[in-house]
């Protein structure tokens, strides 16, 4: 037997073939991950009537066409006064923590730490906030609004986050969520979220100049 | 010069038997971080910026529904999949979504609503109301994740 050698495989291009999928790969994804502000519609209605809300406990939001800001309801005097995006959060917040009265179950907000004045909400799982807008605004502005009136919630969850369990909401949240069995967790949550409970409502566009 | 001749050593070649390795282990870092583009954009979008947003996962689970405006043309326009399309093709869109999910996971569907910040409010509205039509009550307004302003 005549000791033959085997030739070698060239590996050379090896590096080009990897290059022309690495480059593909490149080419067709994406980086960036979605994410946006989550929010729940409201049931389809069938020509029921929304139910009286007083006026102190609601704090309606008026979008113009031009991205203007009118707050009016909820402890704000006369017809309300124009806010821009970055006092919004911190009205908000007052209105929702006013706390000046007994909520639905007939007991007061002990744990707000507003005024609790005479004209604005009685307590936080009575206290509406309403965002109206005309057809014509902006969605960038109507998001703008929403997220800085989701994030009065979550400060204020935060605040009694912090307060009854020394933790933060976000990790409460993501420990919940990591945990979907544990039931201890997911009610310690759930006793944040109804201190405040997020009652934002989206009202449909109106004629609004 | 002499000192270094006598030396008689040439440069050695760079091996290169290792570019293989180290292309494949970007082009698999790429294929792992990344995901597919699954439709071409029609309308032009730049989507608003928000720092109480929430990640969307498990892409299965989420229908989007881009608006936006096309350069040159008037209105806004609603994309569905890879093509335009109007309002009353949502409910067909949504229902179709489902049938191809498990029924454990129909109540974790969610609409991505991908919107240009200058579309009007008026068209968001009408996408929401048949939305509302077929009980498609989880939505999300599609944001660029940015940190609150102090």
Known sequence: ?209 | MAKFNKKKNEMPAVNTASLPDIVFMLLFFFMVTTTMKDSDLKVKQVLPKASETKKLEQKKLVSYIYVGKIPGKKGDFIQLNDKLASTKEIKNFILDKRTKVTESELPRLTTSIKADVNTDVGTIYDIKKELREVDALKINYSAITTNRKK
């Open chain 1, 1 to 209: 037997m005549a000791k033959r050698d085997i030739p070698e495989i060239n590996a050379g291009s090896m590096a080009d073939i990897a290059f022309l999928l690495l480059i593909f790969f490149l080419v067709t994804t994406t980086m960036d991950i979605d994410a946006g502000i989550p929010r729940k519609l409201p049931p389809k209605q069938n020509d029921q009537k929304p139910p009286d809300i007083k006026k102190r406990n609601a704090l309606i939001v008026n979008l113009n066409k031009k991205g203007e800001i009118l707050v009016s309801g909820g402890g704000i005097e006369g017809d309300g006064k124009y806010l821009t995006v970055d006092q919004l959060k911190d009205e908000a917040k007052k209105f929702l923590d006013n706390g000046g009265g007994k909520g639905k179950n007939g007991n007061p907000c002990d744990y707000c730490e507003g005024k609790r004045l005479e004209n604005s909400s009685v307590h936080p799982n009575r206290a509406v906030i309403s965002i109206q807008s005309s057809r014509k605004t902006k969605h960038g502005v109507y998001v703008q609004v929403t997220n800085e009136l989701v994030r009065a919630y979550n400060e204020l969850r935060e605040r009694e986050a912090q307060k009854m369990y020394h933790e933060s909401y976000e990790s409460l949240k993501e420990r919940a969520k990591k945990n979907p069995k544990n039931e201890a967790l997911k009610k310690k949550l759930e006793s944040v979220k109804e201190r405040f409970p997020m009652l934002l409502s989206e009202a449909e566009p109106a004629k609004i100049e």
